[in-house]
């Protein structure tokens, strides 16, 4: 895993990923993380004029955003993905944050099984404030059981198309070891995560004993979400949050 890299305008640092997200952020000294969660998902246009109400609300430069949180429909097919994110880093881009191929932002996108938005939609977002905090605070992005490389999904994805216990086993495995390489690269652990979250609609029940309580992964619980992942055939996603604050904010129409 890469290490870090400063974000200073963003009081930040970040984990190199791909272009349209990286893999984590943790706060600098004199900064922390805030989580703030929409009451009600917004359309993604609508959720990235919300982010800027809100920190201009806050006095905060938009070059202090940090990670987003999306719900989608229904999974991507590849193709689709990728035209997705050429759409989202545009805005990012338009901020001051995506430069050259270089997006400092995590992110989660996932496609609830129920309800679904009918279109992606903004679920949550994370900035950075100051403060005199003396605890690092951090996010994780959400990454599924695609093994890190060039190549596509299909190809670099564990154990594809196979849902077999086994199967569903040795990919939640495979999230779990990347996981542990973005928390180690952030310089936490998992005992410092506020949530751990993971995604799938495939029962992982057994496991939460067996696989992540035994190994001491979720000392303040599990959150499953009952989501597919956004691309087609990647069937389990994970990501922590350690926010040193979190809050709800709603939609002006809401107020």
């Not at 403060?131 to 951090?138: D, E, H, P, Q, V």
């Not at 994970?238 to 129409?253: K, N, S």
Request: net charge negative; with cysteine; hydrophobic share 45%.
């Amino acid at each position: 895993m890469a290490d870090t890299r400063l974000f200073p305008a963003g009081g930040y640092r970040y984990l190199p990923g791909v272009f349209q997200y990286s893999a984590g952020v943790v706060a600098e000294p004199g900064f922390i993380i805030e989580r703030a969660r929409l009451r009600t998902p917004l359309p993604l246009v609508a959720g990235f004029a919300r982010i800027e109400e809100h920190l201009a609300a806050i006095d905060r430069p938009t070059h202090a955003i940090c990670a987003c949180e999306l719900r989608s429909p229904a999974p991507f097919s590849e193709t689709g993905f990728v035209a997705f994110n050429h759409t989202y880093v545009q805005t990012l881009e338009r901020w001051g944050l995506y430069r050259n191929g270089v997006n400092p932002v995590a992110r989660t996108n996932v496609a609830p099984l129920v309800n679904p938005p009918p279109e992606v939609s903004l679920y949550a977002f994370s900035y950075t404030v100051p403060a005199s905090a003396n605890w690092a605070s951090f996010i994780v992005a959400g990454g599924g059981e695609a093994v890190e490389g060039e190549g596509e999904y299909r190809e670099r994805l564990v154990r594809y198309q196979d849902l077999s216990p086994a199967g569903l086993l040795a990919k939640v495995e495979a999230v779990i070891t990347s996981m542990e390489s973005r928390l180690d690269a952030l310089g936490v652990t998992w005992a410092d995560a506020m949530t751990v979250n993971a995604y799938t609609v495939h029962d992982i029940g057994t496991m939460v004993p067996s696989v992540f309580a035994a190994r001491g992964l979720i000392p303040n619980g599990l959150t499953w979400q009952v989501t597919r992942p956004p691309v087609v055939d990647i069937e389990f996603e994970m990501d922590v949050h350690g926010p040193a604050r979190q809050i709800v904010i709603r939609a002006p129409e809401e107020r």
